[in-house]
């Protein structure tokens, strides 16, 4: 529409327009939903006119998600779900996922160093020896969490996410196991038409800085994404740098009406260092000190490469497959030295998956939509480990092998009901089998284990009108039995571990108010987990306790999650295409049901103790998330963020406390089209504006009090991006 006058045109479905009777100068402004409008100029009457909107933040009922294998929107979704799209992770330094996806109720990244990341979804695991973050991931539908459970966050460049749903709780019923939730990531994808080449680079405190180059096409048969990516860091601490080179491909070819392939293919050449961790006497005199040993090249690397495809067929209105496999290779070393002693191994790790789900949609009374879904998945892993006696060039004490393999089948059926409700139904039987066998060491059996699982989930939904939205779901979860818990690097095995089962029940409300302007996210939830997998002291052998893995507890877990957010556009005038104001709450109060353990005393006799009733260890009572987003129409934006934690315990007696801590990060930049062919955009940001003393990573219950791990005060980083179009 031409600024100002009462004239305007729609696009066809090629996104072309004309408009009569323009003269030079004159200013038309072009819009749409869900993308940030965009005035140009015209200075040629038969001036042929291309023009490029952004996407912005959209609410809850514009926002479609794949999850439980139904593309319905985010607000008519029954279970606990966040969103994170592109401008989202974009609200920070875009080096690592930390800062963005702790903004979602619920969810918070540990992390040490770049590349070395701790997700807890309501609170995560205990952290115990084998234990991994308790839920899995996918993407583009395509499996990618390893047979162990190893979730591969760390081997993706942030820049290559195009958006990104944490479904939080147990979704078994569909995904299998994982009692913390499933991470479903979408790539970026360029858009249709358009063929460009893309720069960007970003240099910060602690040396860090990362450097990208993509290229990007898409015409109507398809598309196809490049990308290279360096990310480096110093670290903050002694010992704490990190390097990641990522290469990666994937696109998307459409062979049919009917039929479209998703590919991804990457390498990754990664480390990272391991500081260890200090106590608090340590921490007063030098936080940045190591806490391992500077003689040691302390630290991780890793050599990986992933590929995977899906196959999605739409053979009519009514049947669909989506059928996916994936496949990782990795090899890497991991080292750790202290005075006292060292840790070294080498590993090699490969992972297959395949995963298929067919539904067919019908009518039910009423003409009512109804859908069902039955599907299975397959991963199998073998983890090859070498430990060394004392560093690399020691000789190899021990040499195991493990092979996992899950299988999943599962059903879903989701049915329209009168009075606006909907109803999901579905469960899904899992098997689990682990086969163990160590190579040097002739006291330690071979074993194999079998664990089976069914899990069963019911959901509902019910409409309050056009934009409210009640739901309520009750779902069993689990996690079977990690190889690091059962074999214990070797030693103290107990190949009797069970599941570890938690019954989730959630009620929620969700919904957009305001004409749209407010919008809002509700959960409450309750997880009885039973069966922990807990470190049991069995007894003391000279001063040393004798620690084996059991079942050993039970943990009851309460919680209340918040989002809400409101866009005040309408009072801000015609100069800003974002102005938003949003929280993130988050409530937690997990305790221990039960859990006995011993205790070596004074006089070297072993008694009884209990946690009954203690709080679990490094859950964090209250978070509350602030952020402030403004953009204005000519490319300015500036994005503000206030994260606030309260203390948590440190070990399980709740006799060890951290202190509360915020942080307040800002970002500011300007992104704006160049001209016809180029897009730029340059940035600068502060992290912990405050310069607050907080730890990023507990080690919980650790040996003479060395909890604390503690992370950077304030920094400042910058950077810049510039696209050139090729095409059109």
Excluded: C
């Amino acid at each position: 529409m031409g600024a100002g006058k009462d004239r305007g045109a729609i696009t066809d479905g090629s996104g072309r327009f004309q408009l009569y009777q323009m003269s030079m100068g004159t200013k038309i402004k072009i819009s749409y939903l869900g993308y940030e409008s965009q005035i140009v100029v015209v200075n040629s009457p038969e001036e042929m006119i291309q023009v490029r909107l952004t996407p912005i933040s959209t609410s809850l009922s514009e926002v479609t998600v794949t999850a439980f294998e139904s593309d319905r929107k985010l607000m008519d979704i029954p279970a606990a779900i966040g969103y994170l799209g592109s401008r989202d992770l974009e609200r920070f330094a875009i080096v690592s996922p930390h800062q963005a996806f702790s903004t979602l109720p619920g969810v918070k990244v540990h992390t040490t160093t770049i590349g070395r990341y701790q997700v807890k979804i309501r609170g995560g695991s205990m952290g115990t020896i084998g234990h991994g973050d308790n839920y899995k991931s996918y993407w583009n539908g395509i499996p990618i969490t390893t047979s162990n459970g190893f979730n591969p966050l760390a081997y993706f460049d942030m820049g290559n996410v195009g958006n990104v749903s944490v479904i939080r709780g147990p979704s078994g019923s569909i995904y299998g196991a994982g009692i913390n939730g499933v991470m479903l990531f979408e790539s970026k994808e360029p858009t249709e038409g358009e063929t460009s080449l893309q720069t960007d680079g970003l240099y910060g405190s602690y040396h860090t800085y990362r450097y990208n180059l993509e290229f990007a096409s898409a015409t109507d048969k398809g598309d196809i994404r490049l990308q290279y990516s360096q990310v480096h860091t110093d670290g903050y601490r002694q010992e704490a740098a990190s390097d990641n080179e990522f290469i990666s491909v994937s696109g998307n070819i459409r062979a049919s009406e009917k039929g479209k392939v998703t590919f991804l293919a990457q390498y990754v050449d990664r480390f990272y260092g391991i500081p260890g961790n200090l106590n608090a006497g340590q921490v007063l005199e030098n936080r940045k000190q190591p806490g391992n040993s500077p003689d040691f090249d302390n630290g991780l690397t890793t050599l990986s490469l992933m590929v995977g495809a899906a196959h999605d067929y739409r053979w009519n209105e009514r049947w669909q497959n989506i059928t996916s496999f994936s496949y990782l290779a990795s090899e890497g070393t991991f080292l750790i030295g202290t005075p006292f002693f060292s840790l070294a191994d080498e590993t090699l790790v490969t992972s297959f998956s395949m995963r298929t789900a067919t539904s067919y949609n019908f009518k039910t009374l009423g003409n009512r939509n109804g859908r069902w879904v039955i599907g299975g998945e397959l991963t199998r892993g073998i983890n090859q480990v070498n430990d060394f006696t004392d560093g690399f060039n020691s000789p190899i004490y021990s040499s195991r092998r493990s092979t996992d393999r899950v299988f999943l089948g599962f059903s879903q059926v989701e049915v329209d009901l009168p009075l606006d409700f909907t109803l999901m139904a579905g469960a899904s039987f899992n098997n689990y089998f682990l086969g163990f066998r160590e190579y040097l060491a002739d006291d330690i059996p071979a074993f194999s284990k079998y664990v089976n699982d069914i899990s069963p989930r019911l959901a509902i939904t019910k409409k309050m009108g056009e934009n409210i939205v009640l739901h309520g779901n009750i779902s069993k979860g689990f996690t079977p039995p990690p190889r690091g818990a059962i074999d214990n690097t070797g030693r103290n095995i107990n190949a009797d571990l069970q599941s570890t089962t938690g019954l989730n029940q959630e009620i929620g409300i969700r919904g957009n108010l305001f004409d749209s302007r407010f919008h809002f996210d509700l959960i409450t939830y309750r997880l009885n987990e039973r069966n922990v997998i807990l470190p049991k002291v069995m007894g003391n052998m000279g001063g040393i306790d004798l620690i084996r893995n059991e079942n050993a507890g039970a943990i009851n877990r309460l919680g209340i999650e918040l989002t809400s957010a409101y866009d005040f556009r309408h009072l801000t005038g015609r100069n800003f295409s974002q102005a938003k104001l949003w929280t993130s709450y988050t409530y937690m109060h997990h305790v221990f049901d039960t859990y006995h353990s011993l205790q070596t005393a004074e006089n070297e006799e072993s008694i009884e103790i209990s946690y009954s009733g203690k709080v679990i260890p490094g859950i964090h009572p209250h978070t509350l998330v602030k952020g402030a987003d403004l953009a204005m129409r000519n490319g300015f934006y500036i994005n503000a963020t206030y994260s606030n934690y309260t203390g948590i315990y440190l070990n399980n007696e709740n006799t060890d406390k951290d202190t509360a801590y915020a942080v307040l990060d800002f970002r500011s930049g300007i992104r704006r089209p160049l001209g016809s062919r180029f897009k730029g955009e340059i940035y600068a940001g502060i992290n912990n504006a405050l310069d607050e003393r907080y730890t990023a990573v507990h080690n919980l219950n650790a040996f003479l009090g060395s909890y604390f791990d503690p992370a950077p005060g304030r920094n400042y980083y910058g950077g810049f991006s510039l696209k050139y179009f090729l095409l059109p």
